[in-house]
């Protein structure tokens, strides 16, 4: 489940916001077949019009485009926030339009392998802690957060085990 750090590990989480990892995947493989691979440079110069005609929405293809002009521009610097502390990380990914706290704590936990994250409002992780923890109905985001509390400071170990029993579950 882990990703190498970078723009193309963000790219794919913006891509896989709300929709399924497979469309995400989808999604992903188009642009980079557009962009001739995936560097902020490439897709910043595909322009949001091209990326578009490759398959992503408007406001997809306006938030990767975004994201790699920025990356170019000097204004995010992905390889400085592996150092970064996990609120540092959140602060400046979330300064990047269509990149919001869920976005950002996946990129912490999946890809600079934070151990104390939990990505609010995951569907799959709800349903998955529904089910692990016997409750009537899926859990809302405080109801999550108060039962991961008692994971800390491995929140992000939690989460990942309950991704596990959530995707063997849809067999």
Request: proline share 5%.
């Amino acid at each position: 489940m882990g990703r190498e750090p970078g723009f193309a590990t963000l790219v794919a989480i913006i891509l896989e916001q709300q929709v399924s990892l497979y469309s995400g995947a989808a999604a992903l493989a188009r642009l980079a077949r557009a962009a001739g691979d995936l560097e902020p440079a490439n897709v910043a110069a595909l322009g949001e019009e091209r990326a578009r005609a490759a398959g992503l929405t408007r406001q997809k293809a306006r938030y990767v485009v975004g994201l790699a002009e920025r990356i170019v521009a000097g204004r995010l610097d992905p390889p400085a926030l592996e150092s970064a502390a996990d609120d540092e990380v959140r602060s400046r990914l979330i300064e990047v339009p269509g990149i919001g706290r869920w976005t950002a704590d996946i990129y912490l936990l999946m890809a600079l392998g934070r151990p104390d994250v939990w990505p609010d409002g995951d569907l799959a992780l709800a349903t998955a802690m529904r089910s692990a923890k016997r409750l009537d109905l899926i859990p809302d985001g405080a109801a999550q957060r108060r039962i991961a509390e008692a994971w800390r400071p491995w929140r992000a170990v939690a989460a990942r085990l309950l991704w596990h029993a959530y995707l063997a579950g849809e067999r």
